[in-house]
């Protein structure tokens, strides 16, 4: 079986969820794993490519036109390379980034695509979450090529085996498309760590009441080294950019710890939070949906909790 | 402007879904129904567009049994003009009417309607996908945009479409040719509450009725389980007991 993998990147270093697909891809079975790096000018990205464990081959196509991961330009790209090799599978991470540009895939190669996978039954037989995460369906795929998104919280991040070197093969671009344009991206720049592969989270909701006081939650993320994650309502307010926005609109996340602060715990946000290992709720509501899910539950003020914690940690 | 509206009938989201005792679905009976929320956001701006003098009509979409008439009849109340019930008594999901055939049914639409733009939710929240907008623009050869939160239509230029899209990181903005398809993320518009003269305009507008084709289901459903719920938690007193929790039996911080 040979499987392709999409890589998310940035033309400057590769996104964590590209290094726990390649451990899903590994789970598949004896496998020959090839990673897709299209972008501009990123062959540095390539070269790190070659060093993760499981990757056997790594395909660089760079041209103006893939800079920016247009689904329209990648689309046809892939598409073309499934004529010269037989792919089994084909994945990506189930990134807004992978999720973009799969299904377009599946449907030109006439094949039903499997989202948001959470674990690897056997190479046909996969498990992923349906209604906001309330049930888990096990699906059976017999589709000649099976085109899957991970979501990256399942799996480990494979390794970066330094001295590893993969093949890289160059691939011609493809004429551009011209279909969409990008224009701009408003990155959110941070000192803070990436909230999906972030040991801590604190999150806040809509009870935070302004942006001044949610900074208050950023002092304290600050004293933890955690991420700041946020409710659709929080956003919404204007109180935190949408990165921050965990749930089913927004981030999956599995860190070690967990504070939600001000929030109740709607199942649109709750399933984002899962699979994490200790879940703390503040909040003065005893009855909020948040506290029957947490680990540790304080019913308290946020705004008498909240210098406290950070004066004592 | 022609906008054509794909919807979904599905389970409220304020419902708690349970898993049947067979394993093989989810409990729908006397389980309250509505528009996929996203499919909302759609509508909304497809009617916001019209009513802005950008677009001509609104035709909005659905696959489902007769029962799936009630959200086209909302549709119709919230602005659309008229409506296109695709029978069929398969569950719209794995195991019955997969995204692509979903795809392929509103691509035969697309072809008869000719719509300059399709506006339709970014998922569904009974099988949260997300694969059926990129599917159909995929179909089509259209442009897409997804996880989109505002949409300016443009009167000079090649492209038509200025859109927002809420990505990994931030917001990203592109332009597109039309015709396309965009899919709708929560912040794109507040859908409107349907008011009860609406309603009973809504009743006399058209709605049309055609058979679903062959699918061509190719991903089985072997079963669907519950996720295994969290082990109880205890109530802390003070900030103090909670940061000793933390350190010592949780060994978080």
Not at chain 2, 69 to 87: F, H, N, P, S, W
Not at chain 2, 142 to 163: A, H, M, R
Request: aromatic letters at 4%; charged letters at 20%.
């Amino acid at each position: 079986m040979t499987i392709l993998i999409l890589a998310q990147h940035d033309n400057k270093s590769i996104h964590p969820a590209t290094f726990s697909t390649v451990t899903a891809a590994t789970q598949l079975g004896e496998n020959n794993i090839h990673l897709l790096i299209a972008g501009h000018n990123c062959e540095n990205v390539a070269k790190t490519a070659c060093q993760i464990a499981g990757v056997d081959k790594v395909l660089y196509a760079s041209a103006p036109h893939y800079e920016n991961f247009l689904a329209e330009e990648i689309t046809p790209l892939i598409i073309n390379l499934t004529k010269d090799e037989t792919y089994t599978h084909i994945l990506a991470p189930a990134t807004s980034f992978g999720k973009n540009i799969l299904p377009r895939i599946a449907a030109l190669l006439d094949v039903q695509q499997i989202s948001n996978v959470t674990e690897i039954i056997d190479a046909n037989t996969f498990v992923h979450p349906i209604y906001t995460g309330n049930a888990l369906a096990t699906v059976q795929s017999d589709n000649p090529i099976k085109v899957l998104t991970l979501r990256a919280t399942a799996f480990e991040e494979a390794e970066i085996c330094v001295g590893k070197a993969s093949p890289i093969e160059q691939i011609d671009p493809l004429p551009a498309v011209n279909l969409s344009r990008f224009i701009q991206r408003e990155v959110i720049e941070t000192e803070r760590p990436n909230i999906t592969t972030a040991k801590i989270v604190v999150a806040g909701g809509h009870a935070l009441g302004s942006i001044e006081n949610f900074k208050m939650l950023e002092t304290l993320a600050d004293k933890l080294g955690g991420a700041i994650g946020a409710t659709r309502a929080a956003v919404d307010a204007g109180y935190v950019p949408n990165d921050a926005q965990i749930g089913q609109t927004g981030k999956i996340i599995a860190p070690d710890l967990y504070i939600g602060i001000g929030l109740s715990g709607a199942v649109q946000h709750t399933s984002g939070i899962r699979d994490t290992k200790t879940i703390v709720a503040i909040n003065t509501d005893e009855k909020a949906p948040i506290c029957e899910i947490a680990d540790y539950t304080l019913n308290a003020d946020l705004f008498d909790v909240l210098p406290e914690l950070i004066e004592k940690l | 402007m022609k906008i054509l509206v794909p919807i979904k009938r599905v389970i409220d989201h304020t419902v708690k879904v349970r898993v049947n005792s067979d394993n093989n679905a989810i409990e729908t009976d006397n389980v309250k129904m509505t528009i996929n929320p996203f499919d909302a956001h759609a509508l909304e701006e497809a009617v916001h567009l019209k009513e802005i003098g950008k677009a001509s009509e609104i035709i909005t979409v659905t696959i489902g049994t007769e029962k799936a008439q009630e959200q086209l009849r909302t549709a119709l109340a919230m602005g659309a003009d008229r409506a296109i019930l695709v029978k069929s008594n398969l569950p719209i999901d794995i195991g019955g009417v997969q995204s692509l055939d979903v795809a392929k049914t509103f691509y035969r639409i697309a072809h008869s309607e000719k719509p300059d733009l399709i506006l339709m939710g970014k998922q569904s929240i009974d099988s949260d996908a997300g694969q059926t907008p990129q599917m159909l623009a995929a179909l089509l050869g259209w442009p897409q945009s997804t996880y989109t939160s505002s949409l300016t239509i443009l009167e000079e230029g090649d492209e038509q479409l200025e859109v927002a899209r809420e990505v990994d990181g931030g917001v990203e903005t592109l332009r597109l040719k039309t015709p396309a398809v965009i899919s709708a993320d929560l912040r794109l518009n507040k859908p409107r509450y349907v008011k009860l003269p609406d309603i009973m305009k809504a009743k006399k507008k058209p709605l049309e009725v055609i058979d679903l084709q062959q699918t061509t289901a190719n991903i089985k459903l072997l079963k669907i389980t519950e996720p295994p719920a969290r082990a109880p938690g205890i109530k802390v007193p003070d900030v103090d007991t909670l940061i000793d929790k933390l350190k010592n039996e949780a060994k978080a911080i």
